[in-house]
């Protein structure tokens, strides 16, 4: 079982040649995909399903939509996670949140074993969520950029201070 550990890069593993070309945005495709598809699928079947329904008056209909568009909704929110690096810093989108982030601002990367997704130990001694970066579907694409996050930490950002 392959995991990411929280061993930072050393003389004899420089993090450059693995930190990828910015800008570069970090999602969860498969997550995003299934979600997307089943918002759509979600919303078509309800509507169809109000249209064809016989004895339904207008005001009916009309909440068959809109509650084919409120668990739409819903779906597209929970599809809206991304990590977005830049020659500046990062903005971390979570469902409801942004946060941009300095390079100064990142201290680590964390993606351990049994974690939803991706942590960032901030210079204010506190943790943020990247939900971006989560093993959830594809769990080797989350580990990968995980590592290149984490690379792009280490050569941009000022560090750990211990």
């Keep these: 079982m392959t995991e990411m550990r929280d061993v930072p890069a050393t003389p004899d593993t420089p ?7 910015l800008p570069v945005t970090f999602r969860p495709s498969r997550t995003r995909a299934v979600l997307l598809t089943a918002a759509l699928a979600i919303f078509v079947v309800l509507t169809v399903i109000a249209m064809m329904l016989p004895k339904l008056g207008p005001g009916e209909r009309l909440s068959f939509v809109l509650t084919a568009a409120l668990l739409s909704g819903v779906l597209v929110l929970l599809a809206r996670p991304k ?3 830049d020659e500046s810093g990062v903005t971390v989108v979570n469902i409801v949140t942004r946060r941009r982030l300095d390079w100064a601002e990142i201290l680590h990367v964390n993606l351990r074993v049994g974690d939803p997704w991706v ?4 210079s204010d001694g506190t943790s943020l969520p990247a939900l971006g970066i989560q093993p959830g579907i594809a769990r080797e694409h989350a580990i990968r950029d995980a590592r290149a996050l984490r690379a792009l930490v280490e050569t941009r950002g000022v560090g750990d201070p211990e």
Excluded: N, Q, S
């Design 15 to 21: 993090a450059g040649p693995d930190a990828p070309a």
């Design 83 to 85: 990590v977005v690096a």
């Design 119 to 122: 942590f960032i130990d901030l």
